[in-house]
């Protein structure tokens, strides 16, 4: 598993036109040599744009989606690419098309790339072609769905709010506990030993457990923990209370390398809120109540590793 200490937001043009161009600069016109002004072209102000940021939140990456469906720009720098950004960019624009009403996208990508895109479901289209001096080919995607931004309970709205920094455990506890009352039937934590600091406090074990008892649907609390051993002998909340509801809450334990030298931990809802610690003992971090394109970001890899992890049957019936 490998999720870096990035986030999607929205961008505006004008506002943020300074990030924009720094990534893009750098990316297109320093690395690749294309001329300033067929980089900056006049759909620009027009398009929809979206930019990933480190825990800084400095700008990493950065694409646009055009009025017509066409996603282009997309840009990551050098440091941080094979680290998903881009991949996240690309499932951000493909959701913003959704959620606009589009059924299809499309995108000029450089011959380079395509099977990146192919792995995202695009298909070519035509044969290949030189635009700004680079081989390109003409891709598109069908959206059979309109995919509408997830609607939230506890009295939030349903526009996204940009990500805030995290600090504290006490700003940690209390994004935490939001993100419990907010959820629908669905909650994710991922976490190292279940610090207790942040997951032995009583206010947010009772608030997992009325979410559980609540939703006559049936709700669902699945935890990944990556050290259960470190757990032994020790009396936590979280896990007696898995204990007492096991038809609500289940536990797993990562046995891949790659998901056990994950450092970060976080926690997602299904109502596009997510919290994320860039170290799973420190609090540093960001969290938002609802910003679909990391929480769908981590939603996904949480689903990668819980399918492949092995359930945590020595917290079961003999307790630790």
């Known amino acids: 598993m490998n999720i870096p200490s990035f986030y999607l937001e929205p961008a505006n043009y004008a506002t943020d036109f300074t990030d924009l161009q720094y990534i893009r600069t750098e990316v297109f016109v320093v690395e690749q040599g294309i001329p300033p002004e067929i980089e900056f072209d006049d759909l620009d ?26 996603i282009g720009r997309m840009a990551v720098l050098p440091a941080w690419r094979r680290q998903k950004v881009g991949a996240s960019l690309l499932r951000g624009l493909i959701e913003l098309a959704a959620n606009i009403g589009l059924t299809e996208v499309s995108a000029h990508a450089q011959t380079a790339a395509l099977g990146f895109y192919r792995r995202y479901g695009f298909e070519a289209v035509g044969e290949e072609f030189v635009e700004a001096g680079i081989p390109h080919v ?44 907010q959820a629908r039937r669905l909650l994710c934590i991922y976490s190292r030993n279940l610090d207790y600091r942040l997951f032995g406090q009583m206010e947010l074990i009772e608030t997992i457990k009325q979410f559980a008892l609540r939703n006559k649907r049936g ?11 470190a757990l032994r002998g020790q009396q936590h909340p979280l896990i007696d209370l898995a204990q007492r509801l096991p038809s609500y809450v289940s536990i797993r334990a990562p046995v891949e390398a ?13 109502s596009g809120g997510y919290l994320f610690q860039l170290q799973g003992d420190r609090y540093e971090g960001h969290w938002s109540p609802n910003l679909p394109p990391q929480n769908r970001q981590l939603a996904e890899e949480f689903e990668r590793v819980w399918q492949r992890a092995r359930i945590c049957s020595e ?5 630790l």
């Open 138 to 181: 003409a891709l598109r995607r069908t959206i059979a769905t309109p995919m509408p931004l997830p609607r939230q309970t506890g009295g939030a709205g349903t526009e996204s709010v940009a990500a805030a920094r995290l600090q504290t455990a006490e700003a940690a506890a209390e994004a935490a506990l939001r993100l419990v009352v």
């Open 258 to 270: 790659e998901d056990l030298n994950f450092r970060p931990a976080f926690i997602a809802n299904d």
């Open 45 to 70: 102000p027009d398009c929809r744009h979206i930019l990933a940021r480190d825990g800084e939140r400095r700008p990493i990456g950065c694409g646009r989606l055009s009025t017509t469906g066409r």
């Open 219 to 229: 709700a669902e609390i699945r935890i990944i923990v990556q050290e259960p051993e």
């Open 315 to 319: 917290f079961r019936a003999l307790g």
